[in-house]
Structure formats: structure tokens, C-alpha cells
């Protein structure tokens, strides 16, 4: 694999040959350069987290907790370092020592984390997913060991809100997406399987002008994640389908870097990432219907798929839970079991059990 270094990205910079990993003051305190970065600017609902909630609230607790180290945050938000492409490879090759990891741009390598991927149209509800994640962080020893493998340790989970179409057309039912071209990223391709229409690979940084270009005739996204992007402008056919909730991924931390951290530390960034994922449930749980509301007020034109289109869509897609649990490993199947009950046990019932068909 490429691996990716803070030297081939900024070589010639002094700044990387001058600021120590620590220093010792006078006092006594230790001070800790620790750099932190995202492939998507600040304003992104995943990213936010990251600048807002994470960061003050590892220095909280460092205070809280002895006042024996402060953090000098060197942040690289806004793909200044690398694009949505190369998340992981950023965080797992130090690049950064904390950032935003997009697995679901890492369909091969990280596929116990594309599960929800493999699975639409089972939850729209983001708190949810992210918490059945968050436990199976800590329960399911094969998910945390596919990070430690790629030198990663997941301290945060990120979700979306549930999933609709934009599109430069009206869709009425679900014939009319038969031979359109709609952004989808990485494992969400799937979804359009049976459909007619066509994936285009992409972000939500390229949405409007792939869009705006005709290299796709819409996108298959979310209302809090869509809405800085203004795909609306060039997209203006909202269809709210609820194709599901997803976990996109999380804050990771380069796990070499986080065992070297003082123990305080580390305590610190774990707590940190705690806090940014509920502060995100939080945070998205406030924002769908305004964001909603924002777009339409700036002319987007929203409908909901009838529901028997919707069940159509559900009952013909082929069964891709079962090629995700065949090819994601022997802890595949366990794995999506566990998910599974852990969304049943919260009272939902999937319109389809994919779990029972994989």
C-alpha cells in the first residue's frame, strides 16, 4: 500500500522540523504537540466535532485531571494535507496523530466497517447506529482489531442522517431513476442495484459539480451532510426515500502515536472522542428539519417516494448483505448478527432481515 508521510507532504517546511513533540516548562508541565486534521473543512458535521467538542474537551480534561500536560493543537482541517481519498491512510501513516477516517471510502480494507452499507433501508435513526457502533467498538474484538491492524484506534463514531435522493429531475416512482447517473460514494453504489440507474463515485465536495458538469444527474446523500455543499442549487428534486442511517466512519488515532501519549493523555483523547460522539447525535438530531426547511426555502421542491415504490425498491435489491458476510471475513456473520439485534433490541423492526437472509 502507499503509504503517505508527513515528510513527502511537507517537505521544506520548517515548521514540521521545528515544533517538538513535547517540552518541559519550568512548571513542571508537560506541553504536547499533537496534530489533528480532516479531509473536509470545519463546517462539515463530522469535522465540526472534531474542532468544537474533541478538542476542548481533551483540554478540560487534562485540567480536570492534574493539569500535568497541555495540548498545542496543530490543526490541518480542510484537505489542506490530504483529500477524502486518503483518510485512512493519513491517520494510519501518521501524517496526522488524529483525524476523521471516511470508511466508507475503505470498502476493501476496512470492511467490518462497511456494514450499514450492505444493509439500507434498516434504521433511520442516526443515535441509533452510532451507539450500536460505539458498543461494538468495544464488544466485537474483531472490529477493534481491524483498526489496530491498519495502526488505528477508533475513538469516535460518526453517522449521517438517513439517506434521500437529489436529483435535476422529479422523481415520482421508482422507473424514473432507470438510466440517470446519481453520485454515490464507495459502498452506497450498491443501493442503486435493481434500480436502473447508473453510480458515479464522488464526496460531498464533488456533488455540485459533478452535478453542475452532467457528470451525474443527482446524488444519493443526507439533509445535515448535503446542506453546505448547496447541491440543492443544482439539484433541486428532493425525494425522501429513508434508505437508512449510516456509519461513515470516526475519529482515529494513530495507535503507535496514542500508545507513546502519557496515560492521562490517552485517557483524554478517548474521553474527547466520547464526547464528540454525542455531541454529534445531538448535533444532527437538531439540524435535519432546519436544513430541511433552509433548502426549501431556497427553491428546492420536496416529495416523498410512494410507499409501494419504496417497498419495490427494498424487495428487488439482490441479497448484498450475504456478499458483504462472504467476503468480509470470518467475523463478518457475527458481526452483522450483533447489529442486528442491537437495533431490534431498541424496538425497530428492519422491513427487510438482512441479517436472516446473509
Not at 89 to 112: H, K, Q, Y
Not at 331 to 355: I, V
Given at each position: 500500500?502507499?503509504?503517505?508521510?508527513?515528510?513527502?507532504?511537507?517537505?521544506?517546511?520548517?515548521?514540521?522540523?521545528v515544533?517538538?513533540?513535547?517540552?518541559?516548562?519550568?512548571?513542571?508541565?508537560?506541553?504536547?504537540?499533537?496534530?489533528?486534521?480532516?479531509?473536509?473543512?470545519?463546517?462539515?458535521?463530522w469535522?465540526?466535532?472534531?474542532?468544537?467538542?474533541?478538542?476542548?474537551?481533551?483540554?478540560?480534561?487534562?485540567?480536570?485531571?492534574?493539569?500535568?500536560?497541555?495540548v498545542?493543537?496543530?490543526?490541518?482541517?480542510?484537505?489542506?494535507?490530504?483529500?477524502?481519498?486518503?483518510?485512512?491512510e493519513?491517520v494510519?501513516?501518521?501524517?496526522?496523530?488524529?483525524?476523521?477516517?471516511?470508511?466508507?471510502?475503505?470498502?476493501?480494507?476496512?470492511?467490518?466497517?462497511?456494514?450499514?452499507?450492505?444493509?439500507?433501508?434498516?434504521?433511520?435513526?442516526?443515535?441509533?447506529?452510532?451507539?450500536?457502533?460505539?458498543?461494538?467498538?468495544?464488544?466485537?474484538?474483531?472490529?477493534?482489531?481491524?483498526?489496530?491492524?491498519?495502526?488505528?484506534?477508533?475513538?469516535?463514531s460518526?453517522?449521517?442522517?438517513?439517506?434521500?435522493?437529489?436529483?435535476?429531475?422529479?422523481?415520482?416512482?421508482?422507473?424514473?431513476?432507470?438510466?440517470?447517473?446519481?453520485?454515490?460514494?464507495?459502498t452506497?453504489?450498491?443501493?442503486?442495484?435493481?434500480?436502473?440507474?447508473?453510480?458515479?463515485?464522488?464526496?460531498?465536495?464533488?456533488?455540485?459539480?459533478?452535478?453542475?458538469?452532467?457528470?451525474?444527474?443527482?446524488?444519493?446523500?443526507?439533509f445535515?451532510?448535503?446542506?453546505?455543499?448547496?447541491?440543492?442549487?443544482?439539484?433541486?428534486?428532493?425525494?425522501?426515500?429513508?434508505?437508512?442511517?449510516?456509519?461513515?466512519?470516526?475519529?482515529?488515532?494513530?495507535?503507535?502515536?496514542?500508545?507513546?501519549?502519557?496515560?492521562?493523555?490517552?485517557?483524554?483523547?478517548?474521553?474527547?472522542?466520547?464526547?464528540?460522539?454525542?455531541?454529534?447525535?445531538?448535533?444532527?438530531?437538531?439540524?435535519?428539519a432546519?436544513?430541511?426547511?433552509?433548502?426549501?426555502?431556497?427553491?428546492?421542491?420536496?416529495?416523498?417516494?410512494?410507499?409501494?415504490?419504496r417497498?419495490?425498491?427494498?424487495?428487488?435489491?439482490?441479497?448484498?448483505?450475504?456478499?458483504?458476510?462472504?467476503?468480509?471475513?470470518?467475523?463478518?456473520?457475527?458481526?452483522?448478527?450483533?447489529?442486528?439485534?442491537?437495533?431490534?433490541?431498541?424496538g425497530?423492526?428492519?422491513?427487510?432481515a438482512w441479517?436472516?437472509?446473509?
Amino acid at each position: 500500500m502507499t503509504r503517505l508521510t508527513r515528510r513527502t507532504v511537507m517537505a521544506g517546511t520548517a515548521a514540521a522540523a521545528v515544533i517538538p513533540l513535547f517540552n518541559i516548562r519550568a512548571s513542571a508541565q508537560a506541553a504536547l504537540t499533537i496534530q489533528i486534521g480532516a479531509s473536509h473543512p470545519v463546517q462539515n458535521m463530522w469535522v465540526s466535532m472534531m474542532k468544537e467538542v474533541l478538542q476542548p474537551e481533551v483540554d478540560k480534561f487534562l485540567r480536570d485531571n492534574g493539569n500535568t500536560h497541555k495540548v498545542t493543537w496543530r490543526e490541518a482541517y480542510g484537505g489542506t494535507l490530504y483529500k477524502f481519498q486518503d483518510t485512512m491512510e493519513a491517520v494510519r501513516d501518521n501524517l496526522v496523530d488524529i483525524g476523521f477516517v471516511g470508511t466508507l471510502w475503505e470498502g476493501s480494507t476496512m470492511p467490518l466497517q462497511n456494514l450499514t452499507y450492505f444493509t439500507p433501508f434498516s434504521g433511520g435513526d442516526h443515535g441509533m447506529v452510532a451507539n450500536a457502533f460505539e458498543r461494538m467498538n468495544e464488544t466485537v474484538p474483531a472490529l477493534a482489531d481491524s483498526w489496530a491492524k491498519l495502526n488505528m484506534i477508533s475513538v469516535g463514531s460518526f453517522v449521517t442522517d438517513t439517506y434521500h435522493l437529489w436529483t435535476k429531475f422529479p422523481v415520482n416512482s421508482l422507473d424514473d431513476l432507470r438510466n440517470k447517473k446519481l453520485s454515490a460514494p464507495g459502498t452506497s453504489a450498491n443501493w442503486l442495484n435493481g434500480t436502473g440507474a447508473t453510480p458515479v463515485d464522488g464526496a460531498l465536495t464533488t456533488y455540485y459539480t459533478d452535478i453542475q458538469t452532467g457528470v451525474s444527474d443527482g446524488a444519493v446523500s443526507f439533509f445535515v451532510g448535503i446542506l453546505p455543499t448547496r447541491v440543492f442549487e443544482v439539484a433541486k428534486y428532493i425525494t425522501k426515500v429513508d434508505l437508512g442511517a449510516m456509519y461513515v466512519g470516526g475519529i482515529g488515532v494513530n495507535r503507535d502515536r496514542m500508545l507513546k501519549f502519557p496515560q492521562v493523555v490517552q485517557n483524554a483523547i478517548r474521553a474527547g472522542g466520547k464526547a464528540a460522539t454525542a455531541a454529534h447525535i445531538t448535533n444532527v438530531s437538531s439540524r435535519i428539519a432546519s436544513s430541511e426547511a433552509e433548502m426549501v426555502s431556497k427553491g428546492a421542491i420536496v416529495s416523498t417516494l410512494p410507499a409501494a415504490d419504496r417497498e419495490r425498491w427494498i424487495k428487488g435489491l439482490p441479497n448484498i448483505a450475504k456478499t458483504w458476510v462472504d467476503t468480509s471475513g470470518p467475523a463478518a456473520r457475527d458481526m452483522m448478527k450483533s447489529y442486528f439485534a442491537t437495533l431490534r433490541g431498541t424496538g425497530f423492526s428492519p422491513p427487510r432481515a438482512w441479517d436472516q437472509e446473509a
